[in-house]
């Protein structure tokens, strides 16, 4: 079965420290992977997703698949980055997985 | 972008009633339309993946017969929830899409808030 895990369910950085979400995932097949970001009272909306190696936002992540993880990272984080963000795994029929969350406060 | 509406937005009923919700999207033909439920400050979890013009697949534990999933057309998806009780209070959210690749992205909608008395 499929299973994301978000072991932080919050994290505080200083502006222009470097951030790192940690997001794990199991899963029998090949993974395919996102992470997803819901500003405050906003909706969900896809922030990257693996198979397009981008840089979103100055938001980055790397698909290790020994390691089976899929952090997200930015080197200076800053105030506009606080809120919640979600790892999400694709299943089989194209639907997402999602882990539990991290919130992210950024301090001025 | 594709945009994803929701209606209601919030929607307060009394225990046993049915309660019926809509999910269009506004500016595109979506394939697949998910919907998801999301308890407070925990994580969306999948309900069920609707095709047009198919039945819905639901996910282990969902009850299908208590959540009902119409999806009529490319447009609209809607999610009935029969007999409401309140343990059935929570944040429903739906999503759509238009294939199956990774690079065809799921977009939401801002969720409706279910409050059964």
């Known amino acids: 079965a499929q299973r994301v895990t978000q072991p932080e369910k919050l994290l505080s950085v200083f502006k222009g420290a470097p951030v790192e979400l940690k997001c794990n995932y199991s899963y029998s097949g090949s993974p395919e992977l996102f992470w997803y970001v819901q500003y405050s009272r906003q909706r969900l909306q896809l922030l990257l997703r693996?198979?397009s190696r981008e840089s979103i936002k100055g938001f980055t992540a790397d698909l290790n698949k020994g390691e089976t993880s899929f952090h997200l990272k930015k080197p200076f984080a800053q105030e506009e980055d606080s809120a919640m963000y979600y790892c999400?795994?694709?299943?089989?029929?194209?639907?997402?997985?999602f882990g539990t969350g991290t919130r992210l406060t950024v301090i001025p | 972008g594709a945009v994803v509406s929701q209606h209601p937005s919030r929607v307060i009923c009394k225990s046993g009633t049915s309660v019926k919700i809509e999910c269009r999207s506004l500016?595109?033909?979506?394939?697949?339309m998910f919907w998801y439920r999301q308890f407070p400050k925990q994580s969306l979890m999948l309900m069920a993946t609707?095709?047009?013009?198919?039945?819905?697949?639901?996910e282990q534990g969902v009850e299908k017969d208590k959540f009902l999933i119409n999806h009529a057309s490319l447009t609209l998806s809607t999610l009935t929830v029969t007999s409401a009780h309140p343990e059935d209070s929570s944040f429903y959210i739906c999503?759509?899409?238009?294939?199956?690749?990774?690079?065809?992205?799921?977009?939401f909608g801002p969720g409706t808030r279910l409050t059964v008395l």
């Open positions: 500016d595109f033909q979506a394939t697949t």
């Open positions: 693996h198979i």
């Open positions: 999400a795994l694709k299943g089989g029929a194209n639907n997402l997985f």
């Open positions: 999503s759509a899409t238009t294939g199956y690749s990774s690079y065809n992205e799921q977009f």
């Open positions: 609707s095709n047009e013009g198919s039945k819905a697949t639901y």
